[in-house]
């Protein structure tokens, strides 16, 4: 089992950025992917980026050239640096952790308010 805890939500204006953290423990041995998700109230939770073990990322449309994933692999952290931020970018986001077949495990969250 993997153990996700996210950091670095919080209330920021338009325009503002903020860094948000993901600190992996347990089992992190075979994990695929690292990605982060986000989920606004009354909408379905959705990919934001995601980064493989090779360092391929992807990045939903809405993020493109304002998101940034990354890893520290000493530190089995993954960061999503979020720049240029919208009230739109409003959400819970949450880590995941995709060890393909052998399962997901999810963080419990972090907050991001984005003021208008």
């Known amino acids: 089992q993997v153990q996700l805890v996210e950091s670095g939500g919080g209330l920021v204006q338009t325009g503002g950025s903020l860094r948000l953290s993901c600190a992996a423990s347990g089992n992190i041995f075979s994990i695929n992917v690292m990605a982060w998700y986000r989920q606004a109230p009354g909408k379905q939770r959705q990919l934001v980026a995601s980064i493989t073990r090779g360092d391929i990322t992807n990045y939903a449309d809405s993020v493109k050239g304002r998101f940034t994933i990354s890893r520290d692999n000493a530190k089995n952290t993954v960061y999503l640096q979020m720049n240029s931020l919208k009230p739109e970018d409003t959400a819970v986001y949450y880590c995941?952790?995709?060890?393909?077949?052998?399962?997901?495990?999810w963080g419990r969250g972090t907050q991001v308010t984005v003021s208008s």
């Open positions: 995941n952790a995709n060890k393909g077949i052998l399962g997901n495990s």
